[in-house]
């Protein structure tokens, strides 16, 4: 038997109430069938031990211990899950390799992956969801706290300005979500648990997803800020049967590439059931022999934005100049969408089938 194992992580600010949710999430998990596995925060055991930013000869010293030692103990985490006779394996890590983007400037964080012989594609998308709790700093000041953690020295306006910044590392990951503290602090935890139940798939694996046209966005405006990633996709289309959509996809950016393998079926104009697989290089590229003739490959800039604790993937195709797609996952299809100033929508396009990276493909061999 060929267990099943998924890598994720839960993150947020000082103070967000990762403790809690990791108890919650062993009891909740386990009655679902998993095996959960928990990697334990990296910094917290560091800074206990005396290694630290202020004792290592720099903080790219330090910054380089730690994502090593990140990176080797879910390795470890991984090779144990590959031995163990459960089917279905969830490894939870508290914080991710890319939280400590956030605690270094743009050159160091350069100077850090250089020298571990990493790239930030390869360093972020190697966790399949990451779950950010914002920091009771922001819109629950009165429970933020330093005491439940003797490495946490942060005052509220430092633990908010942090939230930000790990929210923006993060950024860019193909499923990021952001729970914020609009509820109390048990449905909170409850909101956690439910947007990781419907990433698993459980009791299947549902996307709600909105679409709209908008006006072709200020590129120079995405890139300049720092809430904003961009992303390179190329999508082809695989030969399927009725009923289904196939494709591959190649995402990253400047020579570095994850691929995956997606199936989905139509349930409803916002609902539909959704299956991915991550694929080697190899695998993808042996799968590209069963392409879809009828079909071009899709080539596009995705700009994934993080606004107002919502996470947009606006998408920049080159055959058009006037106009753009932006998308959204929703937990609840009743969830409201707020999008910033700066981005102009036409009109909502979910279920305008004309609209869908498919039909798109067909539009661009009309070209």
Same mark, same amino acid.
């Given at each position: 038997?060929?267990? @099943?194992?998924?890598?994720?992580?839960?993150?947020?600010?000082?103070?967000?109430?990762?403790?809690?949710?990791?108890?919650?999430?062993?009891? =909740?998990?386990?009655?679902?069938?998993?095996?959960?596995?928990?990697?334990?925060?990296?910094?917290?055991?560091?800074?206990?031990?005396?290694?630290?930013?202020?004792?290592?000869?720099?903080?790219?010293? =330090?910054?380089?211990?730690?994502?090593?030692?990140?990176?080797?103990?879910?390795?470890?985490?991984?090779?144990?899950?590959?031995?163990?006779?459960?089917?279905?394996?969830?490894?939870?890590?508290?914080?991710?390799?890319?939280?400590?983007?956030?605690?270094?400037?743009?050159?160091?964080?350069?100077?850090?992956?250089?020298?571990?012989?990493?790239?930030?594609?390869?360093?972020?998308?190697?966790?399949?969801?990451?779950?950010?709790?914002?920091?009771?700093? @922001?819109?629950?000041?009165?429970?933020?706290?330093?005491?439940?953690?003797?490495?946490?020295?942060?005052?509220?306006?430092?633990?908010?300005?942090?939230?930000?910044?790990?929210?923006?590392?993060?950024?860019?990951?193909?499923?990021?979500?952001?729970?914020?503290?609009?509820?109390?602090?048990?449905?909170?935890?409850?909101?956690?648990?439910?947007?990781?139940?419907?990433?698993?798939?459980?009791?299947?694996?549902?996307?709600?997803?909105?679409?709209?046209?908008?006006?072709?966005?200020?590129?120079?405006?995405?890139?300049?800020?720092?809430?904003?990633?961009?992303?390179?996709?190329?999508?082809?289309?695989?030969?399927?049967?009725?009923?289904?959509?196939?494709?591959?996809?190649?995402?990253?950016?400047?020579?570095?590439?994850?691929?995956?393998?997606?199936?989905?079926?139509?349930?409803?104009?916002? @609902?539909?059931?959704?299956?991915?697989?991550?694929?080697?290089?190899?695998? =993808?590229?042996?799968?590209?022999?069963?392409?879809?003739?009828?079909?071009?490959?899709?080539?596009?800039?995705?700009?994934?934005?993080?606004?107002?604790?919502?996470?947009?993937?606006?998408?920049? =195709?080159?055959?058009?100049?006037?106009?753009?797609?932006?998308?959204?996952?929703?937990?609840?299809?009743?969830?409201?969408?707020?999008?910033?100033?700066?981005?102009?929508?036409?009109?909502?396009?979910?279920?305008?089938?004309?609209?869908?990276?498919?039909?798109?493909?067909?539009?661009?061999?009309?070209?």
């Amino acid at each position: 038997m060929q267990n @099943k194992i998924i890598k994720i992580v839960i993150t947020g600010g000082p103070c967000g109430g990762k403790s809690t949710a990791m108890s919650r999430m062993q009891t =909740y998990f386990t009655e679902l069938g998993y095996r959960v596995l928990f990697v334990s925060e990296t910094a917290t055991e560091l800074i206990k031990g005396g290694v630290a930013p202020w004792t290592c000869g720099s903080n790219v010293d =330090y910054q380089t211990c730690q994502i090593k030692l990140q990176r080797l103990k879910e390795e470890i985490f991984e090779l144990a899950a590959r031995s163990m006779n459960d089917e279905k394996i969830l490894i939870v890590c508290d914080r991710g390799a890319v939280d400590n983007k956030a605690y270094m400037s743009p050159e160091e964080f350069e100077q850090v992956l250089k020298a571990l012989g990493t790239n930030e594609v390869e360093l972020r998308d190697t966790y399949d969801a990451v779950f950010h709790l914002v920091t009771a700093a @922001k819109g629950a000041a009165e429970f933020y706290t330093t005491s439940n953690n003797p490495a946490r020295t942060e005052t509220p306006e430092q633990a908010a300005h942090i939230d930000d910044k790990i929210i923006s590392a993060w950024t860019g990951h193909p499923h990021l979500r952001v729970i914020d503290n609009t509820l109390d602090f048990d449905n909170k935890m409850k909101k956690l648990i439910h947007e990781i139940t419907t990433f698993l798939g459980e009791p299947e694996p549902y996307e709600i997803e909105r679409k709209y046209l908008i006006e072709y966005p200020d590129i120079d405006l995405l890139r300049s800020l720092d809430n904003c990633q961009r992303i390179e996709i190329i999508q082809t289309y695989l030969n399927s049967a009725d009923g289904q959509t196939v494709r591959l996809r190649q995402r990253g950016i400047d020579g570095s590439y994850i691929y995956f393998k997606t199936i989905k079926y139509l349930i409803s104009g916002l @609902k539909c059931v959704e299956i991915e697989e991550r694929l080697s290089k190899d695998e =993808y590229l042996s799968m590209l022999m069963n392409a879809d003739t009828t079909k071009r490959q899709i080539r596009k800039d995705r700009y994934c934005l993080t606004y107002k604790n919502q996470y947009f993937e606006i998408d920049v =195709y080159p055959f058009w100049k006037d106009k753009a797609i932006a998308e959204i996952e929703l937990s609840n299809e009743n969830d409201e969408v707020i999008f910033p100033d700066y981005i102009k929508v036409i009109k909502e396009v979910t279920e305008d089938l004309s609209y869908k990276n498919s039909a798109l493909a067909k539009l661009v061999e009309d070209k």
